[in-house]
T-cell receptor, first 117, second 115 residues
Framework: EAGVAQSPRYKIIEKRQSVAFWCNPI?????LYWYQQILGQGPKLLIQ????????DSQLPKDRFSAERLKGVDSTLKIQPAKLEDSAVYLC???????????????FGPGTRLTVT | AQSVTQLDSQVPVFEEAPVELRCNYS??????LFWYVQYPNQGLQLLLK??????LVKGINGFEAEFNKSQTSFHLRKPSVHISDTAEYFC?????????????FGTGTQLKVEL
């Protein structure tokens, strides 16, 4: 079974530029998550999708971050404009979990390391 | 809301020695508990999880953890570590109900195994 795919693996941009990350979850997984992992910290949830609807985006800085999951499969996360403090690893995870189910494991992709200079 | 505290940011240990990585959590509701491992430049891999039942759970690579509800702890242990266990370890919790299966992570413990 193929795992969660993310691209690019690394990205270096200057502040105020824009950047986009792509995630392809495990086939059939209804729920997709984007996490931000700043150096020395644990991952922090940015946004959660169930199929193509947003479940939780309470920690997404909506003035500069946006995300979508068209057709309930692939997802993109965009930052525009980027700030220095956005330097982090952006992790995508997927899960077969749906509301009312008892399956809780999340499967993580390799992440995209973003450096903002 | 939930929170996770990993008491040690770094744990150095010699190869073949035992190790314990500590994790305490805080939550107003019942939770599921997880340990993930992250190797350099890789994503997170699930080591083990506690959902219900026996409080001692066994995971991959010889790791085990014990859920202690009264102490609100979920410490990770391995009786004999190997060089290949060098990695970052994250404890995480998810609310049993109403949490949308969201994970709240601790800040991580860097395990460094030395010869």
């Amino acid at each position: 079974e193929a795992g969660v795919a993310q691209s690019p693996r690394y990205k270096i941009i200057e502040k105020r530029q824009s950047v986009a990350f792509w995630c392809n979850p495990i086939s059939g997984h209804a729920t997709l998550y984007w996490y931000q992992q700043i150096l020395g910290q644990g991952p922090k949830l940015l946004i959660q999708f169930q199929n193509n609807g947003v479940v939780d985006d309470s920690q997404l800085p909506k003035d500069r971050f946006s995300a979508e999951r068209l057709k309930g499969v692939d997802s993109t996360l965009k930052i525009q404009p980027a700030k220095l403090e956005d330097s982090a690893v952006y992790l995508c995870a997927s899960s077969p979990w749906t509301s009312g189910s008892s399956t809780y494991e999340q499967y993580f992709g390799p992440g995209t390391r973003l450096t903002v200079t | 809301a939930q929170s996770v505290t990993q008491l040690d940011s770094q744990v150095p240990v010699f190869e073949e020695a035992p190790v314990e990585l500590r994790c305490n959590y805080s939550s107003s509701v019942s939770v599921y508990l997880f340990w993930y491992v992250q190797y350099p430049n890789q994503g997170l891999q699930l080591l083990l999880k506690y959902l219900s039942g026996s409080t001692l759970v066994k995971g991959i690579n010889g790791f085990e953890a014990e859920f202690n509800k009264s102490q609100t702890s979920f410490h990770l242990r391995k009786p004999s570590v190997h060089i290949s266990d060098t990695a970052e370890y994250f404890c995480a919790v998810s609310a049993l109900t109403g949490g949308g299966n969201k994970l709240t992570f601790g800040t991580g413990t860097q395990l460094k195994v030395e010869l």
